[in-house]
C-alpha cells in the first residue's frame, strides 16, 4: 500500500486486531505488524494498547485515527476525481432498492439513465428499507431508492415522488364496495404486512398510531405480492401502494382517505463518502426523472 495512505491502519484501529485486520486487508500479518511498527517508530508514540492479540487505540491512536480518516476520505476523492477526469463515461453504480420498487420504479429510472450513459453498468441489491440504509452506510451500496425517509443523520436524501397508499381486502370484504376507507375504519381488522424493518411495516405503525389503536397482525411476510396473495384468500387486509404492481385477482384496493396515506420515495447516500461521477449523474438524472 502506497506511503501516506492509511486504509491499512483504520481497518486495524476498526477490527482491533491484527489476525482479522490483515484478512480482511488480504496482506500477510506479519507484513501488517511490520507496518504498524515503522508507523509508530515514525511518530514516537504507540499507537495501540497490547491486550494479547486484542488492540485497543491508545490517546496518541484516537488523535492518529481521526485525522487519519479524514486523510483517507481526502484522498478517496481525488481517486474518484481522476477516474471520473480519465473515464466519465464508464463505471459502476452499487444500486440497493426495496422489493416493492424493482417492478416499475427501479427500471425506469435505470431505463432512462442508460440511454445518456450507456457505459455505466449497474449492481442490484433489494433488501429491506433498514437494511438497504445500513449497507449504504457501511459503504457496500452506493445509492439506493427508499421509502420512509431513514431518519439517520449521515444519510443524504433526494426526493423522487409521493405515492398513494391503499388498503387491499378481499373483494367479499364488508368494505369492498367503498372507494375510499379511513385508518379509524380498520382498528378491529386483523393486518397482514412486512417483518420489522421494511419501510412499509413503519408506515403502517405509524398511520395505526395516528389513528390511536394498535394493529392486529396476523401474518407477516417479505413480500407485497405474497401479502396480496393472503389478502386474495381471506385472511385479512394489508396496506399497499395504490399504483402498484402487487394487486392480486380476488382483491380490491380501497383508496385510505387519511391526509397522511402516502409513502415518500426518495434515493439515499453517504454524505460522509465521495459519490462517483456515474453516481451523482445518476441521482441527478433520477431527480429529474
Aim: glycine share 8%; charged share 20%.
Amino acid at each position: 500500500m502506497a506511503d501516506g495512505d492509511y486504509e491499512w491502519f483504520l481497518t486495524l484501529a476498526e477490527l482491533q486486531h491484527v489476525t482479522a485486520a490483515a484478512q480482511q486487508l488480504h496482506i500477510a500479518q506479519p507484513t501488517l505488524t511490520r507496518m504498524l511498527a515503522r508507523l509508530e517508530r515514525r511518530l514516537g508514540v504507540a499507537l495501540f494498547d497490547r491486550h494479547g492479540r486484542r488492540l485497543s487505540l491508545s490517546t496518541y491512536g484516537r488523535i492518529f485515527y481521526e485525522h487519519a480518516r479524514r486523510a483517507q476520505l481526502e484522498l478517496d476523492s481525488a481517486r474518484r476525481e481522476i477516474e471520473d477526469l480519465s473515464n466519465p463515461a464508464a463505471g459502476e453504480i452499487r444500486l440497493g432498492f426495496l422489493s416493492s420498487f424493482g417492478s416499475i420504479v427501479v427500471p425506469r429510472l435505470i431505463a432512462g439513465f442508460t440511454k445518456v450513459s450507456p457505459r455505466v453498468t449497474f449492481t442490484l441489491e433489494e433488501g429491506a428499507a433498514e437494511s438497504i440504509s445500513d449497507r449504504v452506510l457501511e459503504g457496500l451500496i452506493d445509492v439506493a431508492v427508499v421509502s420512509p425517509r431513514p431518519q439517520k443523520p449521515s444519510l443524504a436524501w433526494r426526493s423522487l415522488l409521493r405515492q398513494r397508499l391503499g388498503i387491499a381486502v378481499p373483494r367479499d370484504h364488508r368494505l369492498s364496495g367503498a372507494t375510499a376507507v379511513s385508518m379509524t375504519d380498520l382498528a378491529d381488522e386483523p393486518f397482514i404486512t412486512m417483518h420489522p424493518g421494511f419501510g412499509m411495516r413503519q408506515l403502517l405503525d405509524e398511520l395505526c398510531a395516528a389513528a390511536q389503536f394498535q394493529p392486529r397482525i396476523v401474518l407477516e411476510s417479505a413480500n407485497l405480492t405474497t401479502n396480496a396473495g393472503l389478502v386474495a384468500a381471506g385472511l385479512g387486509i394489508s396496506l399497499t401502494p395504490i399504483d402498484g404492481s402487487e394487486h392480486a385477482p380476488g382483491v380490491c384496493v380501497l383508496h385510505l382517505a387519511d391526509a397522511d396515506g402516502y409513502r415518500d420515495i426518495g434515493m439515499i447516500w453517504d454524505s460522509s463518502r465521495p459519490l462517483s461521477r456515474a453516481a451523482r449523474d445518476f441521482i441527478a438524472s433520477a431527480a429529474r426523472a
